[in-house]
């Protein structure tokens, strides 16, 4: 017995390979090869896509084209889509040595999840049953990049300190994992107001990276801890990133809502929410610092969190001043989560959360339940009418007789699903990426571009070795040793 335990832990201590030559190159291709194959048996063009649209036309007697649902959700896809590709692609750029893999690896799993989530959502929500196929059109792109968005959230709390071949995994279950829980939040639950996602996204993939995280706990990492900070241009390119996100968050929150006053009123809400989110986060900052000085790590991620916060009530008749109080909350709860609370999550928990999506997803993805589950329990006919009660909160069907303190207690549930989805899921892939079989980085390269990247030498780097060199030529030169061979004479 004791020489299978100890046959175990030299299994799991073996040193790091990170040579992902033959695994990186066949995760590709069999994965794409197999999404290929199922586009061909499940996936087909729904009825405004494909190319019996002209007929559908006259027979539904619709005189322009315009009416199609491609040209209202369109502009708001286009928004999305960036910021799955460019805002969180450019925020993961803040480490000094790892640009190439917070951009590139969110681009890598962006790009293959966005096709397995096709699948899984299409599968619960889209099957045909009488043709067994899954139907698309605009609607289940923006709904895909949502997927995929819970995912590149997980992927900031490892940041650095995974292989490409663990994230494609983290992925797979990650994409199957929401697909689940969206389907019990919405269609079983029936909280069908989470417009931008606070609980189905952002606590779901918030809480699924920081489980990984716990599991993957590198008690060495100090040994890379010279790569873990940032440098001034990087944390300019991160700031690219926040900004896209935080100019395209009315779309996000608002992309799927149901056309007219809803997807107005959730654009204004988000907007109001972001702006109050700014100046507080702005505050806090400048007060943490005895000079008084403004960190650029709470600008670049405490500033976002109202988008987060208002994603569930968007849609709900918060006020505009309401909207703002929950921006004005969230930016003072975000920057004390990352002056505080993350800290606390590192020592005491042993969860090392890279980029602090607990401070950015997590804890405001909580808070806009909460605001969510109170705002709906305590909506009045007088506030939005019959109809538009029913039209806000989607009473018809089975659903017709549910009070709306009901659908609060509902709204409430529906956060809980997605924390335990997060949580328990991400424990189990957290268990199965633990395997030394992915070719993760040992923890004096964590952070390093250069473990998976053809890194060009760039100036500094060149200047900082011949520097070196020139110190190490100037000690020797100078050296007892040296010295005492130079003033002995010819012999």
Not at 110 to 118: D, T
Not at 236 to 244: Q, Y
Not at 250 to 255: K, V
Request: aromatic share 14%; with cysteine; charged share 10%.
């Amino acid at each position: 017995m004791t020489n299978c335990i100890q046959g175990f832990k030299d299994y799991f201590c073996r040193p790091k390979n990170t040579n992902v030559r033959l695994k990186l190159p066949f995760v590709c291709f069999a994965w794409q090869i197999a999404m290929i194959i199922l586009f061909g048996v499940f996936v087909r063009y729904n009825n405004e896509s494909d190319a019996h649209w002209v007929q559908n036309m006259a027979q539904n007697n619709i005189t322009s084209a315009i009416e199609n649902d491609f040209y209202y959700r369109y502009p708001s896809f286009q928004d999305v889509h960036v910021m799955i590709f460019v805002g969180f692609g450019f925020l993961m750029t803040f480490l000094k040595r790892y640009s190439f893999g917070g951009v590139g690896f969110n681009f890598l799993i962006a790009a293959f999840g966005i096709q397995w989530a096709l699948l899984m959502q299409g599968w619960f929500h889209s099957l045909d049953p009488s043709t067994g196929k899954i139907y698309i059109g605009i609607e289940n792109l923006i709904n895909a990049d949502f997927c995929v968005a819970g995912c590149l959230i997980a992927y900031g709390a490892v940041l650095g300190k995974v292989s490409p071949v663990q994230l494609m995994v983290m992925t797979l279950f990650g994409v199957t994992l929401y697909a689940v829980e969206e389907y019990i939040i919405l269609n079983l639950l029936h909280v069908s107001l989470d417009a931008g996602g606070s609980m189905i996204i952002h606590v779901f993939g918030g809480y699924y990276g920081l489980a990984i995280s716990w599991v993957l706990y590198r008690p060495n990492l100090h040994q890379s801890k010279h790569l873990q900070g940032s440098v001034y241009h990087s944390d300019t390119f991160a700031m690219i990133g926040t900004l896209f996100l935080w100019m395209f968050w009315p779309s996000f929150n608002s992309a799927t809502t149901y056309h007219g006053d809803g997807q107005h009123r959730a654009a204004i809400n988000t907007y109001l929410c972001l702006t109050s989110c700014v100046l507080t986060t702005v505050a806090i900052s400048s007060l943490s610092q005895k000079t008084g000085k403004l960190d650029m790590v709470h600008i670049q991620n405490s500033t976002l969190a109202g988008g987060v916060a208002m994603g569930t009530a968007a849609v709900f008749m918060v006020s505009p001043y309401g909207a703002l109080i929950v921006g004005f909350c969230c930016g003072i709860l975000s920057t004390m989560g990352y002056l505080y609370i993350s800290p606390f999550l590192e020592k005491t928990l042993k969860i090392h959360d890279t980029c602090g999506i607990h401070n950015l997803h997590a804890m405001p993805g909580v808070i806009g339940g909460i605001v969510g589950a109170i705002t709906a329990a305590t909506a009045s006919e007088s506030v939005y009418g019959m109809q538009g009660l029913i039209n806000t909160f989607d009473f018809t069907g089975n659903f017709k007789d549910r009070t709306v303190f009901a659908q609060g207690g509902y709204q409430a549930a529906g956060m809980c699903v997605a924390m335990v989805f997060g949580i328990g899921g991400g424990a189990i892939v957290g268990a199965i990426l633990r395997f030394p079989i992915w070719g993760d980085p040992a923890d004096e390269n964590c952070n390093d571009d250069d473990v998976y990247w053809e890194v060009p030498q760039d100036e500094e780097d060149q200047l900082e070795r011949n520097v070196g060199i020139k110190g190490l030529f100037y000690d020797w030169h100078l050296s007892p040793s040296r010295l005492k061979f130079q003033n002995a004479g010819p012999v």
